[in-house]
């Protein structure tokens, strides 16, 4: 058998494994093993020489450390109470409108976003927060949870955005770029979801009712109360790419003034510190998991060359650009059905950045291709976190809202992934969207 055939035997062995529902840290770990061992005609000592050096040589990467860091950011802002205030700052200004509070959820993920770095945090902790006064204001379930599970994405979409890290690892790309390059596709997917709102209240006003007019007064108010949220967001987005502070400093500060901020204006408590620390700690672990599942893995298919076959072979196809990158969009949507966005990233760069890096897309040079092609796929794969039959955040939503049948949120989430799909084409045919402000700040 030869290593193209062994490479996609092991990508329907990991499909089984995953179909099995084996953790998918373990299960590329399994996998990735068994080939190495496979492809070494049987012997053990290879993969042995393999294992001692694989946890050091990714656990030493000193710019993981950015992913703790931001994670902790996350937790402080969540036992903090910072995510309450987001939501009521932008519910000020929009919560009197048609569906304003269901766009304050919105706007508020978004905001959220800014301080996490992950869609499911997003997702658990705005949820917490926003459904109850969208439940109190008579909103349907569809729109409710719909908007709080498409919101969550943001969270992985504006930057500091943990994917992003991870991709920038894997590509040798500069981690401050990818992050300036997420901030305008991350505003127009805010915008997009909330005009997505406007529609469907547009079309059935019974679905988002209009809440209370709030004095202005108040408005600057709470628009005072999380300035600090925007400074720290500013600090560590400017300061990594305007080379202030490298990813891993601005990380630091990042989380040491979510902390301060989380204990000065949030009210948190040691209970609140401790819990932030041990979240920070099992999603760490998780990640880092999943990590040296995803470098045994793709050891084996680097043994087996199958990607760099893969490569010549589509370069050599004569397909049209687009074509192809049109199927690797439709194979990350293909996957968003059986694993999660880190997985997902880990799995298919490898692979795939070849492929893409190797081709002409609008006569862009290697540098903005790679930094496009990094958001386009970080977009994709944040609609694997609401599609069906798995989108986690559809099912974290869901969890919390138990008088909403699931088959309701699924309902309420299609035309927010309508606006997904817009979005992904205005990226594909108009890459300056996401390069724009690398190329005006240079």
Not at 376 to 387: R, S, T, W, Y
């Amino acid at each position: 058998m030869s290593g193209t055939h062994v490479g996609f035997m092991i990508f329907g062995i990991l499909m089984l494994l995953l179909v099995l529902r084996v953790p998918i840290g373990i299960a590329m770990f399994m996998v990735g093993a068994g080939g190495y061992v496979y492809l070494s005609n049987g012997a053990l000592l290879p993969l042995l020489n393999s294992l001692k050096n694989l946890a050091y040589a990714r656990l030493s990467n000193y710019d993981l450390v950015v992913i703790p860091l931001f994670l902790l950011m996350g937790q402080f802002a969540t036992h903090g109470g910072l995510s309450r205030a987001l939501f009521r700052c932008v519910s000020a200004f929009l919560g009197h409108r048609r569906g304003g509070i269901a766009m304050a959820a919105i706007g508020a993920c978004a905001g959220f976003g800014a301080i996490c770095g992950s869609s499911l945090a997003t997702a658990a902790t705005m949820g917490q927060v926003a459904l109850p006064e969208l439940r109190r204001y008579n909103y349907s379930g569809a729109l409710a949870t719909g908007c709080l599970a498409a919101g969550g994405t943001l969270g992985i979409m504006i930057p500091p955005s943990v994917p992003l890290v991870i991709y920038a690892i894997l590509t040798q790309e500069s981690i401050g770029k990818l992050f300036m390059a997420a901030v305008l596709p991350g505003i127009i997917a805010m915008l997009g979801y909330m005009l997505v709102v406007q529609i469907v209240v547009a079309l059935k006003p019974a679905a988002g009712p209009a809440g209370p007019r709030v004095a202005w007064s108040e408005r600057l108010r709470s628009l005072l109360l999380v300035s600090p949220v925007l400074l720290v967001f500013l600090v560590v987005i400017v300061g990594i790419y305007g080379g202030w502070a490298n990813p891993t400093e601005a990380a630091a500060i990042g989380a040491a003034a979510c902390g301060l901020l989380a204990l000065t204006t949030g009210g948190m408590r040691m209970k609140g510190l401790i819990d932030s620390a041990a979240g920070m700690a099992q999603a760490t672990a998780m990640i880092f998991l999943v990590l040296m599942g995803a470098d045994m893995m793709n050891t084996a298919l680097a043994v087996s060359q199958m990607p760099a076959e893969l490569a010549t072979w589509v370069q050599r196809s004569g397909l049209s650009p687009l074509l192809v990158l049109a199927s690797i969009l439709l194979i990350y949507i293909f996957l968003g059905c059986v694993m999660d966005s880190l997985a997902m990233i880990l799995l298919t760069i490898p692979i795939f950045y070849p492929i893409v890096m190797g081709l002409d897309y609008f006569g862009m040079p290697v540098s903005d291709k790679s930094i496009w092609f990094g958001i386009l796929a970080l977009m994709v794969v944040e609609i694997g976190l609401v599609h069906p039959p798995v989108g986690m955040n559809v099912y974290i939503i869901n969890r919390l809202a138990k008088d909403v049948p699931l088959t309701e949120t699924f309902k309420g989430v299609i035309p927010f992934l309508l606006s997904d799909f817009v979005r992904i084409a205005l990226l594909v045919f108009f890459p300056t969207i996401s390069l724009y402000l690398i190329h005006t700040f240079k």
